[in-house]
């Protein structure tokens, strides 16, 4: 059973810009879909249009079902119930992303607070316990941080434990990794992995980093230009691709355990 | 915290004091004799060396300025023997006009000053922040031109045309309000009120319109911030969003334009109360400089310019407790 379907996504800009263009998805519960595509090929602007948090000057088209529900056109008190609540995001840069005004753990309990009658302390009981469980140390004393007083990967696990406080069935993480370095990547990953094994939340994984999509998803989805041109699982995409386009962005990829060629292949530049 | 508090009281008692030497510099210095204006026109030379001495115009720059600094911190005497006249802490000199200690002639100008610019700042905080905001959220809307051309209206209102048009229409033609007079807060408060309307909405016009213009801009900023999408990713109530998440940042800036504006404001708002004839600190300086008063345009610069350095130093503080940022660097 499909947890979220996407069917003909089209996303046009103001501008004129068209970022997505008639973009089908299917991502089971339980199962890590990897979007992986060059810079511009619509892969964060499709994880928004699922949220509906893209800009004003934005126009959805084609349909989103997420458990059933078609998402585009929904009002906004429903889709307010849903975002968080159902479907949680983790975004790249996670400094920017965290308000650098108030305390991790009060916007930990904000989110959980958005959708639970619960009172403050007992919201904060709930932040305290999920920073413990992504990892932070000292999560009692760390509550009370500032997201400038944490490091990258640190501010990545807040990022998380905000995402998974209400147990969402689905996390889009929008290039969780991308701003860390490679130890700190390695552990958001492993971090991602156990929290899938343990609460069965399915992931859509948004990425240009191959690696990523390799140690993590089921499936995977490559994009270019809006469009989805590779599907399957991420055994054939990644040992059968079958379109020029996948084997190109793999071949841009050194490999750790083969000979390192004098010059890596590139891609030519989107239109 | 307790640190950068103290580092910024020393900044601030620093700069009270280069200002102290300004001003001082600027009565002692120039080529108008103090003890010429103190003298009056019908002045003999006797009479004017006496004033001479007993100003203690006849010493040293220096000495004149430990005698300046001496009197604003705990008093001083002019004169010697039975000319003596005991000018008591805080001593900003006599009036040339009036023979009143300067000081005296301040603190009693003062509540009307206190109470134009407070009753102002509050008005035009409201208005210009709460348009600034609506607009930012409507931007492009109707309400947002309509609102940001009113805005550029008010700032290019001269305050003596506002002043006189309001009273033209609520006074005269209307009558809804009485002419504003010096009614003390605590004997008539609704007295106080009636005579403060038309010098806040003077006021505010003139502040509000910037205020809302740079809530608008900064509103902008930071509804574009990552945190924000954030905010909403989590499924808070866009109330909650804009209010928690965008607003609060976005008053970082009139945090600080407020403190100045009204660190400076109650230093006098000269021309409001001139044209509404209120007996602030601000006519009292157009009358000081009407009269080349120079003990009272010194007290009143001097007055003006601790407000403005203080109001910083409050605003420096604030900071530090709305932005956990400025708190970790303190």
Redesign the interface.
């Given at each position: 059973m499909s947890l979220l379907t996407v069917r003909g996504l089209t996303v046009d800009f103001g501008s004129g810009v068209r970022a997505v263009a008639g973009l089908d998805l299917d991502l089971a519960a339980g199962q890590v879909l990897g979007v992986v595509g060059e810079s511009g090929s619509g892969k964060s602007v499709t994880s928004l249009a699922v949220?509906g948090?893209l800009p004003r000057d934005a126009r959805v088209g084609g349909e989103i079902h997420f458990d059933g529900r078609e998402l585009t056109g929904l009002d906004?008190r429903s889709l307010?119930?849903?975002?968080?609540?159902r479907i949680?995001?983790v975004?790249q840069?996670p400094l920017?992303?965290?308000?650098?005004?108030?305390?991790v753990a009060f916007q930990i309990a904000?989110?959980y607070r958005?959708?639970h009658r619960a009172g403050r302390k007992a919201a904060h009981r709930v932040a305290v316990r999920m920073l413990e469980r992504v990892g932070i140390p000292e999560p009692e004393r760390r509550a009370r941080s500032?997201p400038?007083?944490f490091s990258g990967g640190m501010r990545q696990r807040v990022?998380i434990a905000?995402a998974l406080c209400l147990e969402p069935d689905l996390l889009i993480a929008d290039e969780p990794t991308t701003a860390l370095d490679v130890t700190v990547q390695a552990q958001i990953l492993g971090l991602l992995r156990e929290l899938r094994q343990e609460a069965g939340t399915a992931i859509m994984l948004i990425t240009h980093d191959m690696g990523v999509v390799a140690g993590l998803a089921d499936h995977v989805v490559v994009m270019h230009d809006g469009r989805a041109v590779e599907r399957g699982t991420v055994h054939d995409v990644f040992h059968r691709p079958q379109e020029a386009y996948t084997r190109g962005l793999l071949a841009c990829v050194p490999r750790i355990d083969g000979p390192l060629p004098h010059r890596l292949p590139t891609l030519e530049a989107s239109s | 915290m307790i640190l950068y508090l103290l580092r910024r009281l020393a900044v601030t008692a620093l700069i009270l004091l280069v200002i102290c030497a300004a001003t001082f510099a600027i009565f002692y210095l120039m080529p108008a004799d103090p003890a010429q204006g103190a003298c009056g026109k019908a002045c003999s030379p006797e009479r004017l060396a006496g004033i001479r001495a007993t100003l203690g115009l006849d010493r040293s720059p220096f000495a004149q300025f430990g005698d300046y600094l001496g009197g604003i911190l705990s008093g001083r005497t002019y004169g010697t023997g039975a000319q003596a006249v005991p000018c008591p802490f805080p001593c900003l000199g006599f009036s040339f006009q009036t023979n009143r200690p300067v000081w005296e002639m301040l603190t009693a100008r003062l509540p009307v000053s206190v109470s134009i610019a407070a009753g102002a700042a509050v008005l035009w905080l409201a208005v210009g922040v709460a348009a600034g905001v609506v607009s930012a959220l409507r931007r492009g809307s109707l309400w947002d031109r309509a609102a940001m051309t009113a805005a550029l209206g008010g700032v290019s209102l001269p305050v003596y045309f506002t002043a006189l048009v309001l009273q033209y229409l609520l006074v005269v033609r209307l009558n809804v309000l009485p002419y504003p007079t010096a009614v003390p807060l605590t004997e008539d408060p609704a007295g106080w009120a009636q005579s403060m309307v038309m010098p806040w909405i003077t006021l505010a016009m003139l502040y509000a319109g910037v205020y809302a213009r740079v809530t608008r801009s900064e509103m902008l900023e930071s509804l574009g911030q990552n945190y924000v999408r954030t905010a909403r990713a989590k499924g808070l109530a866009e109330v909650t969003v804009v209010r928690r998440h965008a607003l609060r940042p976005a008053l970082m800036p009139i945090v600080t334009i407020f403190g100045m504006d009204l660190g400076a404001l109650l230093g006098g708002a000269l021309i409001t109360e001139s044209v509404f004839g209120l007996p602030g600190v601000g006519k009292l300086a157009a009358d000081a400089i009407a009269g080349a008063d120079q003990p009272v345009i010194l007290g009143v610069t001097l007055v003006a310019a601790c407000f403005v350095v203080l109001a910083n130093l409050v605003v420096d503080l604030v900071y530090a407790v709305l932005d956990p940022r400025v708190r970790a660097v303190a």
């Open positions: 949220l948090l906004r307010r119930r849903l975002r968080g609540n949680a995001m975004f840069d920017s992303c965290l308000n650098p005004y108030y305390p904000e989110a958005a959708h500032y400038h007083e990022m905000m | -």
